[in-house]
Nanobody, 117 residues
Framework: QVQLVESGGGLVQAGGSLNLSCTASGDIYNIVSLGWYRQVPGSVREIVAFITMAGTTHYIDSVKGRFTISKNIRHNAVYLRMNNLMPEDTGVYYC???????????WGQGTQVTVSS
C-alpha cells in the first residue's frame, strides 16, 4: 500500500505564489516518475506536471513558465512551486507516482489551492 500526503495549499490573491509538498510512504520500489494533479471544481482530476527519475520535467500548457516541479527521491518527496497564480488555478492538488508495479492505485486527501481575483 502507498500513502500520499500533500501540504502547502492555501488562499492567495492572483499573482501570488505557493509551494506545495508531497511525501509518499509505504511499499515504493523502482519509481519511474512523480507528478502533480489537480481537480478543478466541476471537472475531473487532470495531470499538471510530472518529473522523471532523470529529472526531465513536463507541464500542461496552462502552467508552463509559472509552475516548477522538483523532487527529492531520498525523502520520497515531490514539490510544486506555483508562481503568478491565476483564479483558474484553483482546485484540489494531488501528488502521485508511477513505478514498475504501482500505477496510482491510491490517492491522498490533496491540498486545496484557492486563488482570488
Amino acid at each position: 500500500q502507498v500513502q500520499l500526503v500533500e501540504s502547502g495549499g492555501g488562499l492567495v490573491q492572483a499573482g501570488g505564489s505557493l509551494n506545495l509538498s508531497c511525501t509518499a510512504s509505504g511499499d515504493i520500489y523502482n519509481i519511474v516518475s512523480l507528478g502533480w494533479y489537480r481537480q478543478v471544481p466541476g471537472s475531473v482530476r487532470e495531470i499538471v506536471a510530472f518529473i522523471t527519475m532523470a529529472g526531465t520535467t513536463h507541464y500542461i500548457d496552462s502552467v508552463k513558465g509559472r509552475f516548477t516541479i522538483s523532487k527529492n527521491i531520498r525523502h520520497n518527496a515531490v514539490y510544486l512551486r506555483m508562481n503568478n497564480l491565476m483564479p483558474e488555478d484553483t482546485g484540489v492538488y494531488y501528488c502521485n507516482l508511477d513505478s514498475l508495479t504501482y500505477k496510482r492505485y491510491f490517492w491522498g486527501q490533496g491540498t486545496q489551492v484557492t486563488v482570488s481575483s
